[in-house]
C-alpha cells in the first residue's frame, strides 16, 4: 500500500515530521473511520483521504523510473490495478509495481511453494505471487470484504496462475488458526492493528528457510511519532526485539519489512 498523505511524503524528504498529520479528513468522517479501521489506521491516528496522485517516499517520477526499469506487470496484475483505480478510492491500498516486483522475486529465489497473504484486497498482490510460483504452488489469501475480492476472483478466473489461488474470507486470525504451516512466504497487508497477531501465529509455522513480509511498516508517518504509540511503531518494536527472526525495513513506499529466522 502507498502512502496516504501528501504532505508526510514532502515532509520526511524535508525531514520535517510535523507534516505527518497533513491528509485532509472527508466530510463523511465517521465513514470514514470505519474505513480507516479496514485499512488499518492505528487508533487515534488521523484518517485520510486518498491523495488522487501517487506519491510515496520516493518523488513520483524515481518510482515511475524504478518501475520502468524492474519486472513488467503481467496483464492480469495491469487489468485488476486499472479496475481497481477506476472503481474505488482506495485503490491507494494496493502495493505497486516494484513492491510486487520484490514479492515475486522472493517467491521465486525461495522457491516458496506455499505462500499465504493477509489482506486480498481486488487480489493484485495475489496474482502477482501466484505468478511466481511453481506448479502446484499455492497461494493461501484472506480478507473480509465480499466486495473487493469479488473483484479479484473475477480477474483471477481469466489468468492461468488463477487456479493456485485459494480465497479464504474471514478475519485472518481465524483463517490463521484453522491453517497449518509450514508456510514457506507470508505476505501480512491486513489491518494494522492486527500485525502482531498475525506475526505471532506466523513465526511459528514458518518453513526453516521462510521469510516474511510486512507492509507499511512505516504507518502512513507514524512510525516515527515521537510518543512511539502507533500501530506500525508497536509491531516494528516487536519485530526488533523478537530473537527468533532477523530483519531488514527497506523503504519503499509506506516500508516494507521483510524478515526470516536467525540462523535460517
Ligand atoms: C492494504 S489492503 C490489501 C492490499 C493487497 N495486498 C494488494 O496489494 O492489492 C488491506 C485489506 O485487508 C482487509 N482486512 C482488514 N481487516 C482484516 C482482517 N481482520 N482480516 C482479513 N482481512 C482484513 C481489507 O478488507 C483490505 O482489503
Given amino acids: 500500500m502507498l502512502l496516504g ?21 472527508r466530510p463523511d468522517a465517521g465513514r470514514a473511520d470505519k474505513e480507516g479501521a479496514a485499512r488499518g489506521d492505528a487508533p487515534g491516528e488521523p484518517t485520510v483521504i486518498p491523495p488522487a496522485v501517487e506519491i510515496g517516499l520516493c518523488p ?14 503481467s496483464e492480469a496484475m495491469i487489468a485488476i490495478a486499472a479496475e481497481t483505480k477506476a472503481s474505488t ?22 522457491g516458496a511453494k506455499r505462500v499465504v497473504e493477509l489482506g486480498t484486497f481486488t487480489g493484485y498482490s495475489a496474482i502477482a505471487m501466484a505468478e511466481a510460483l511453481p506448479a502446484g504452488g499455492t497461494v493461501i489469501t ?12 473475477k480477474h483471477w478466473a481469466k489468468s492461468p496462475h488463477g487456479g493456485k489461488i485459494d480465497l479464504r474470507l474471514g478475519p485472518a486470525t481465524r483463517t490463521l488458526e484453522g491453517l497449518p504451516g509450514p508456510y514457506d512466504f507470508v505476505f ?8 502482531i497477531d498475525y506475526w505471532e501465529a506466523c513465526v511459528p509455522k514458518l518453513s526453516p528457510r521462510g521469510v516474511i513480509v510486512a507492509d507499511n511498516v512505516l504507518g502512513n508517518g507514524h512510525a516515527l511519532d515521537p510518543d512511539g504509540r502507533s500501530a506500525a511503531a508497536a509491531f516494528n518494536a516487536h ?26
Fill in 5 to 25: 498523505l501528501t504532505g508526510f511524503a514532502s515532509g520526511l524528504a524535508c525531514g520535517n515530521l510535523d507534516t505527518a498529520s497533513a491528509g485532509r479528513r
Fill in 60 to 73: 513520483p517520477e524515481i518510482d515511475d523510473y524504478a518501475a520502468q526499469h524492474s519486472l513488467p506487470e
Fill in 89 to 110: 478510492e482506495w485503490w491507494i491500498m494496493m502495493i505497486g509495481p516494484v513492491e510486487a516486483g520484490l514479492l515475486r522475486m522472493l517467491v521465486h529465489l525461495l
Fill in 142 to 153: 484472506c480478507d473480509i470484504s465480499e466486495e473487493w475480492t469479488d473483484i479479484a476472483k
Fill in 188 to 195: 501480512i497487508d491486513a489491518d494494522k492493528r492486527g500485525y
Fill in 239 to 264: 519485530v526488533a526485539a523478537d530473537a527468533r527472526m532477523q530483519s531488514v525495513m527497506l523503504p519503499i513506499r509506506d516500508g516494507v519489512t521483510v524478515a526470516w529466522r536467525r540462523g535460517g
